[in-house]
């Protein structure tokens, strides 16, 4: 059978790495000059099946609006002119309620605990380096109210089987040493011991090679610019090096995927929330974490790589711009400081900023389409990297016609 990946990110390697498991003729799209260069570029590194809770929640309609009145918030909401915007909005409202928040969060910590899971086996066989470790994440809360709070918001996680252990202060040092200079600053934690941290980018580009090693055809500087359709079939791609026929297509272009699954009459309700990271050097530092962390008040994350420290937050509304300036980095470098003075060369950072594919209640759109050989892989919002191994064996096992290993219940475009 002959595949065609269109996208060139951890989601549409990974695909291409289960389709050629399945004997597939794989093609994957790439309109960059080099795979991963977009939203699994510089992420927050973090596994973290522990932060599967959904963004659409009965606080969140609070929380937006009074960003409209802060001056650098954790999570910046503007109001924007787009269309696509107010429908978004509209549905993430809708998904607002307690019940929606329960069911989506429990659908997104399905795919990002089956998709660490697979990760492993998928390492355990091929032996992939991605900077990575799984000495678990601890989840920081600042004070006693916080912490109350957040525990609460974790035993729904915790009673649907994943592992998760509220922690003291004493204890979070003892499980991340570094955080001894800064514990009068901490009232506790939840610790994940099942997460952990890696480089998507390094995994992405490993991947591809391990896929190339497979026959599979990985094509750069390639852009898609259509779809070409006979009733209930997608019969091939249009590109910008001409068009390409296959018998089988996945949709994995992250934020690009609405507008390509619009031209077929496929809605994808995708939109995008930028997030900031930077990496600092660890190198002549030795205060730095190696557990990964997020600091759940300000919502920092940290991510060991190597002598590398990842540390990423915020969450805007702003549009596709990808732009960023020093000055957004305040509240992350405060929090940093904060917590692992001695952690690494504050002082020479590397800047990004990238764009988050959300759906409105959170979980990701897998599998079919109204078109028989149209899948989608894409809106894995702030977990697609936890979830890309998951995520991407699920669609392929669709594909294949077997019942995915996770229930699909909500994760289709068929969702309530
Ligand atoms: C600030 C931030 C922090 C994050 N932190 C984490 C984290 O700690 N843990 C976690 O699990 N997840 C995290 N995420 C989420 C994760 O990075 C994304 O969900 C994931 O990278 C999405 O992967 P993707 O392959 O779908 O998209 P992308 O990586 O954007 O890949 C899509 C690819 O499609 C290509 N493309 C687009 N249009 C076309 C076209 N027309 N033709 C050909 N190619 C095209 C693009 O060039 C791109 O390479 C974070 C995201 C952000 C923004």
């Known amino acids: 059978m002959k595949s065609i990946v269109m996208g060139g990110g951890v989601i549409g390697i990974t695909t291409a790495w289960y389709l050629a498991q399945e004997g597939h003729q794989v093609t994957v799209l790439e309109r960059r000059e080099e795979t991963g260069l977009e939203t699994s570029f510089q992420n927050g590194a ?96 600042r004070t006693q109210r916080t912490l109350e709070h957040g525990v609460a918001a974790w035993n729904l996680l915790k009673e649907h089987g994943l592992p998760l252990e509220e922690v003291t202060r004493e204890q979070c040092v ?24 890696g480089d998507a980018l390094i995994f992405t580009r490993n991947l591809a090679k391990l896929c190339r090693g497979k026959g599979v055809d990985i094509r750069l500087n390639t852009a898609v610019t259509g779809l070409k359709r006979e009733g209930d079939r997608i019969t091939g791609v249009r590109t910008d090096k001409g068009d390409l026929d296959a018998d089988c297509f996945v949709l994995a272009l992250g934020l690009e995927s609405p507008e390509l699954a619009r031209s077929v009459g496929v809605r994808l309700p995708i939109y995008p929330i930028k ?63 904060d917590l692992f003075p001695q952690g690494a060369d504050y002082a020479n950072p590397t800047y990004y900023a990238c764009l988050r594919p959300v759906t409105p209640g959170g979980p990701p759109i897998l599998g079919p389409t109204r078109y028989r050989n149209l899948h989608v892989n894409a809106g894995h919002g702030a977990a697609g990297w936890t979830m890309a191994c998951g995520a991407s064996r699920a669609v392929v096992d669709v594909i294949a016609g077997r019942k995915p290993e996770i229930d699909m219940e909500g994760l289709t475009l068929a969702r309530n």
């Not at 997020?294 to 702003?318: M, Q, S, T, W």
Request: aromatic share 12%.
């Open 46 to 141: 973090l596994l973290a099946p522990g932060h599967s809770q959904a963004w659409a929640s009965p606080a969140a309609p609070k929380t937006l609006i009074k960003s409209l009145f802060q001056d650098d918030p954790v999570l910046r909401f503007r109001i924007r002119t787009e269309p696509e915007f107010w429908r978004w909005g509209i549905e993430f409202l809708r998904n607002c309620t307690a019940e929606k928040y329960r069911e989506n969060t429990l659908r997104i910590m399905r795919v990002m605990k089956y998709g660490i899971e697979q990760l492993r086996v998928l390492r355990d066989k091929t032996g992939i380096e991605y900077d990575g470790n799984d000495k678990g994440i601890l989840y920081l809360f």
């Open 174 to 197: 003892g499980i991340e040493p570094a955080l001894g200079v800064s514990k009068e600053k901490i009232a506790g934690g939840m610790y994940a011991p099942m997460d952990g941290a």
């Open 275 to 337: 997030g900031y990271t930077m990496n600092v050097s660890t190198r002549g530092y030795n205060g730095a974490p190696t557990v990964g962390i997020i600091e759940e008040d300000n919502l920092v994350a940290f991510a060991r790589l190597g002598d590398k420290l990842r540390v990423g937050g915020k969450a805007e509304f702003a549009g596709y711009d990808k732009s960023y300036s020093p000055d957004q980095y305040k509240g992350v470098f405060k929090v940093a400081r």
